[in-house]
């Protein structure tokens, strides 16, 4: 595991266990929590798509928590499952999906081309970074390579939907977003590559 990763995991265990501690308590389940993040990213995606950029940003980024949070709670509680896993992972694709639709949306009744095809090119790139893991961890390969995974993209897509009413922040965010998730992608195929090689001794 790189620093990178490490520290990834310190700071999301740090915040999200003592969270979880408490929605035990409350006898909140991991998949509840889930199907409740995803419902705050549609609340997210439909304030994006009427223009309140600041809402959306506030709403979606307060959805990301979730994200962390039902699998805290998983672990916490001993409810992990197959179906958990595969419940959140889908949820999170259509989570980040919805609010970059809604963008896209939004650019095609301004007719801003730039800012619709950027958003288009960013959800290619995020879905493609968890595609590839996927694919990887399916053929028994660890992956959790990459500089730019799925908490950095909430956050920055957030921020930049917070700081939208600034001329050129949101096409900037999304530029950062398909950038650095292509920069990810090429890293996770590299890694994957070299995996492969150790295993086959190549």
């Known amino acids: 595991m790189s620093r990178l990763e490490k520290t990834r995991k310190s700071l999301g265990q740090s915040l999200a266990v003592p969270l979880a501690r408490a929605l035990a308590k409350l006898h909140f389940t991991p998949n509840a929590l889930t199907l409740l993040g995803f419902l705050i990213a549609a609340a997210a995606a439909v304030l994006t798509g009427m223009g309140y950029f600041l809402a959306g940003g506030a709403v979606y980024l307060f959805a990301g928590l979730f994200d962390m949070l039902d699998g805290a709670l998983a672990r916490?509680?001993?409810?992990?499952?197959?179906?958990?896993?595969?419940?959140?992972?889908?949820?999170?694709?259509i989570s980040e999906g919805m609010v970059l639709i809604a963008l896209i949306y939004v650019s095609s009744r301004s007719g801003d081309v730039a800012m619709g095809v950027l958003c288009g090119v960013a959800m290619l790139g995020s879905f493609m970074v968890s595609y590839i893991r996927a694919r990887?961890?399916?053929?028994?390969?660890?992956?959790?390579?990459?500089?730019?995974?799925?908490?950095?993209?909430?956050?920055?897509?957030?921020?930049?939907?917070?700081?939208?009413?600034?001329?050129?922040?949101?096409?900037?965010?999304?530029?950062?977003?398909?950038?650095?998730?292509?920069?990810?992608?090429?890293?996770?195929?590299?890694?994957?590559?070299?995996?492969?090689?150790?295993?086959?001794?190549?």
């Open 76 to 93: 916490l509680t001993g409810k992990t499952s197959r179906f958990g896993g595969v419940l959140d992972s889908s949820i999170d694709r």
């Open 136 to 202: 990887m961890e399916g053929a028994g390969i660890a992956c959790q390579a990459g500089i730019f995974t799925r908490p950095e993209r909430v956050i920055v897509l957030s921020l930049g939907l917070l700081l939208a009413r600034f001329d050129y922040a949101l096409s900037a965010v999304l530029g950062i977003i398909a950038l650095f998730s292509w920069i990810t992608v090429v890293e996770r195929l590299v890694h994957a590559w070299r995996r492969a090689r150790e295993d086959t001794g190549a």
